[in-house]
């Protein structure tokens, strides 16, 4: 007897030795440190272009900027980029038509990812404050007390604002369709959506008794032919997306499932949405209409895809997830 209890006794030791921990099987999180930012408090944003990362950084000496490959084994950013815009911090910055884009004081482009740069003033204001730089498929436009074109990268540049307009704050084009949130002088304090059908020549407001034509929408982004819209209120921002060019809006839900959000980017892989946010990386396979938290860090400034990977750009580093 005292045998067979000895044997069981034994048993169970092994059997309890050889039990996986819960914790030790778990799914560990899929985001990996890709690299540190230069300066976690002169950060400014991150483009990519021709395949290079490009993070700026408003300096007490003025503007710089840093690139890299996004290889860890390479560090993120190897490369120091001279700049010569001028000592004025850069408050708009942006990748467009195989050009960076910057607003510091005036306008300015660089054609050789950051390294120089040339002011564009013809047939613009001698002084702008610029909300947004954007690219369509007719050109590139300006958001600022008006918004302003140009279909030659900048050479020249036409006012097709609407009338009455105070301030433009963003603008989308989606299937030969311009999308731009305004202020008027009609409209105050509130921002009202316009479409226009022929490249700013006309211009029609959506629906301006509807609370969906008066969302205060900061910045646009197409993804798949559907349009999504981020506001901004007090403490956090909503997503929002429309299938039918501005018109009607559905709200995103889930966004604020852990906390007060606000959004700052959008991208798609595969089908499945991916939000970078303040509090991390959101996700959606169900084109927007509800999100999962998937990671990613805190802060997220740029979510950009490079082949197969997401990185998420946040102040205190690049995080990337294989999709």
Same mark, same amino acid.
């Given at each position: ?20 921990? %819960? ?6 999180? %899929? ?26 950084? #408003? ?8 690139? @890299?490959?996004? !290889? ?34 005036? *306008?300015?482009?660089?054609?050789? *990812? ?5 002011? $564009? ?24 007390? !008006? ?8 050479? #020249? ?16 084009? +989606?299937?030969?369709?311009? +999308? ?15 479409? /226009? +059908?022929?490249? @700013? ?46 018109? #009607?809006?559905? $709200?995103?839900?889930?966004?604020? /499932? ?44 740029? *979510?950009?895809? !490079? ?15 294989? *999709?």
């Amino acid at each position: 007897m005292k045998k067979i209890f000895f044997i069981l006794c034994v048993a169970c030791t092994l059997f309890s030795c050889t039990k996986k921990d %819960p914790a030790a099987v778990a799914p560990t999180d %899929p985001w990996v440190k890709q690299g540190y930012l230069y300066n976690q408090n002169g950060f400014a944003g991150m483009v990519m272009l021709r395949d290079t990362f490009v993070a700026l950084y #408003n300096e007490f000496s003025g503007p710089r900027f840093y690139m @890299g490959s996004g !290889k860890q084994s390479a560090g993120f950013y190897g490369e120091d980029a001279p700049v010569t815009v001028n000592n004025n911090a850069i408050v708009v910055f942006r990748a467009c038509e195989d050009r960076i884009y910057v607003e510091a004081e005036g *306008l300015w482009y660089s054609n050789d *990812l950051a390294r120089s740069w040339t002011q $564009l003033t013809t047939d613009l204001p001698g002084f702008l404050s610029i909300s947004d730089i954007v690219a369509a498929d007719a050109g590139v436009y300006l958001c600022a007390n !008006k918004i302003y074109f140009s279909s030659n990268k900048g050479a #020249n540049w036409t006012d097709i604002s609407m009338s009455g307009i105070v301030r433009a704050n963003t603008l989308v084009g +989606i299937d030969n369709t311009l +999308i731009a949130s305004v202020w008027t002088s009609a409209s105050g304090n509130t921002q009202v959506l316009y479409t /226009s +059908i022929d490249n @700013g020549a006309n211009w029609t407001a959506v629906d301006p008794s509807s609370q969906m034509g008066q969302l205060p929408f900061y910045k646009f982004t197409v993804v798949d032919n559907v349009l999504y819209g981020m506001t901004f209120n007090d403490y956090s921002s909503d997503l929002y997306f429309s299938k039918d060019k501005g018109q #009607n809006w559905t $709200l995103c839900k889930g966004l604020n /499932s852990i906390g007060n959000n606000s959004v700052s980017s959008v991208e798609l892989y595969n089908g499945t949405l991916y939000a970078g946010t303040q509090l991390g990386v959101f996700k959606s396979v169900d084109n927007g209409k509800h999100w999962v938290y998937s990671g990613g860090g805190n802060d997220v400034w740029e *979510l950009i895809t !490079k082949g197969d990977a997401l990185y998420a750009v946040t102040p205190n580093g690049i995080w990337k997830i294989r *999709l």
